[in-house]
């Protein structure tokens, strides 16, 4: 070949690569600014919905959510969500099915963060035996990314407490269990009839790290479940029993 062919092919060659470096980073801008915008609009319901009684900020049990303020927005809202010192304080949604919220936010506006949401089979105040809640774990560690770090003993430690809060009152979730298990496993049932007390020796038997609590005969439990990437439709789990504060 000449060195003019050379040449030709060369330039093309680098036109080439300029496009696709030009659609790539034109690709990642959207995916970054699609999380920045769902990341930014959960920020805004924190500064709107969360006050403090007395001031108290270091106290998850004086929390207050405004829900009259979030259900002018989304009557879908049935509950509040937050782990301390952790991104995850988020308000919690349910609907008649379990597809709307992987890819609308709070407010309705369709994102690929969705928002969190309670298993459309469950009620709304932990009367089941299992009441499931979900949410994505995104490349930017929002939503319930933070629930993968439920494998180590040392983050365990640290926030062995989850806070969930309803129009009535605050609940404790306090962890008992953390695994990665296939989408189809039991603990996406919502009862768990006979079986229960079988179930929940697995469910303990399973866990990544070891639990401060135990699960009582009559304990109403949750199962915060997650996207993991271990193996095909894979999902990392965290299971609390529930507790209303007085």
């Excluded at 949401?117 to 929002?142: C, E, L, P, W």
Aim: proline content about 2%.
């Amino acid at each position: 070949m000449s060195k003019k062919g050379k040449s030709i092919v060369l330039n093309i060659l680098f036109v080439i690569c300029a496009c696709v470096f030009i659609v790539s980073s034109y690709m990642l801008y959207k995916e970054i600014m699609v999380y920045k915008k769902g990341s930014n609009e959960y920020s805004s319901w924190v500064d709107l919905a969360v006050t403090y009684e007395d001031g108290d900020t270091n106290n998850p049990l004086k929390r207050v959510i405004n829900f009259d303020e979030l259900k002018k927005t989304n009557p879908d809202v049935i509950g509040w969500i937050y782990i301390p010192d952790t991104v995850v304080d988020y308000p919690v949604v349910q609907c008649d099915n379990n597809d709307k919220y992987l890819h609308t936010l709070f407010s309705g506006e369709n994102n690929k963060a969705g928002a969190i949401f309670v298993d459309a089979r469950n009620t709304m105040n932990f009367t089941d035996q299992n009441t499931i809640i979900y949410g994505h774990n995104m490349k930017n560690k929002s939503m319930f990314h933070v629930l993968s770090e439920y494998g180590s003993q040392e983050f365990y430690d640290k926030h062995n407490v989850i806070y969930y809060y309803t129009i009535d009152g605050v609940y404790e979730l306090r962890i008992f269990s953390t695994y990665t298990v296939h989408a189809n496993d039991p603990y996406t049932s919502i009862n768990f009839g006979e079986q229960r007390s079988d179930l929940i020796n697995k469910f303990v038997e399973r866990s990544a790290v070891n639990s401060s609590f135990t699960v009582g005969t009559n304990d109403k439990i949750a199962s915060l479940s997650t996207c993991a990437y271990n193996f095909e439709d894979a999902r990392f789990v965290v299971q609390a029993t529930v507790n209303k504060m007085p």
